[in-house]
């Protein structure tokens, strides 16, 4: 598919309606794995950012509507996600590309923040998605390590790469990590108090010398357990989701 029709796509508004974002109504649709994504990035105006695996572009425009005057290139498989990566935001550079293979032009160029959302599951292990759109997007075709190695080769210097992922693919992320990466910092995210992990955020720098900081857990939801339908994040979480609030950690 090269292209969506008109009658299959929502708008649907992101950070409490500072962004809104053409998606499809079936396939993958952004959640808030990526806006969580975009509020730890501490990008500064002026900087070149790219996100591998762009989608729609919902990562890069959340970072873009907090931060003015970002430089914003996205790298995106799939011809009809990319277009309304495009659509969303004319600023917004999207090249068609898979990204262990992007264009030599994109290979000559250094970025200050490299940001992924890759996908979560191994398919050897899970249930492929009917969808073609949301099975590219969830299902873990391109290696993991692949993801991290193509991230960390377009970094500038002291440029930082940042990944979001499941927990038991920490280990994985790490290995994956080239040795002149390091200033490594993992954000766990849990769903409730008393809660295992289920997410993580990881970044790291190009040349970096600090050492490895794990932080305390982010905890998305009020209450040890889910007690009725509706907003039960925490203050922190809802600032980021409604607001378009940075995650500092």
């Known amino acids: 598919m090269h292209q969506f029709a008109p009658g299959d796509l929502t708008h649907d508004a992101f950070l409490g309606g500072k962004l809104y974002l053409w998606q499809p109504r079936k396939g ?33 425009l959340c970072l873009g509507t907090r931060i003015a005057g970002l430089r914003l290139t996205g790298v995106e498989l799939q011809p009809a996600y990319a277009d ?26 250094q970025f200050d923040h490299v940001l992924a959302n890759p996908p ?13 759109g949301r099975e590219t997007a969830l299902g873990e075709q391109t ?44 954000l766990p995210i849990a769903p409730r108090v ?4 289920e997410l993580v955020i990881l970044r790291a720098r190009k040349n970096g010398r600090a050492a490895f900081r794990l932080n305390p857990p982010l905890v998305m939801h009020q209450g040890p357990v889910h007690v009725s339908d509706g907003d039960s994040f925490v203050s922190k979480v809802r600032a980021v989701l409604r607001d378009g609030a940075a995650l500092e950690f």
């Not at 969580?36 to 500064?44: D, I, Q, R, Y």
């Not at 004319?90 to 032009?105: C, I, K, R, S, T």
Request: aromatic share 4%.
């Open 143 to 186: 290696p993991l390590e692949t993801w991290v190695k193509m991230a960390a080769r377009r970094l500038a210097p002291k440029g930082q790469a940042h990944f979001i992922h499941r927990a038991e693919r920490l280990p994985d992320l790490i290995r994956a990590l080239p040795k002149d990466m390091g200033s490594i910092e993992v």
């Open 120 to 132: 979560y599951f191994d398919r050897d292990a899970s249930v492929a998605a009917k969808n073609r």
């Open 28 to 60: 993958y649709r952004a959640g808030v794995d990526p806006v969580l994504l975009a509020a730890t990035v501490p990008a500064s105006p002026g900087q070149r950012v790219l996100e591998l695996g762009c989608g729609v572009g919902a990562a890069s």
């Open 194 to 197: 008393g809660r295992l992990a």
């Open 84 to 109: 309304l990566a495009r659509r969303n935001s004319p600023e917004f550079e999207v090249v068609v590309a898979d990204l262990a293979d992007m264009p030599l032009a994109l290979r000559e160029r």
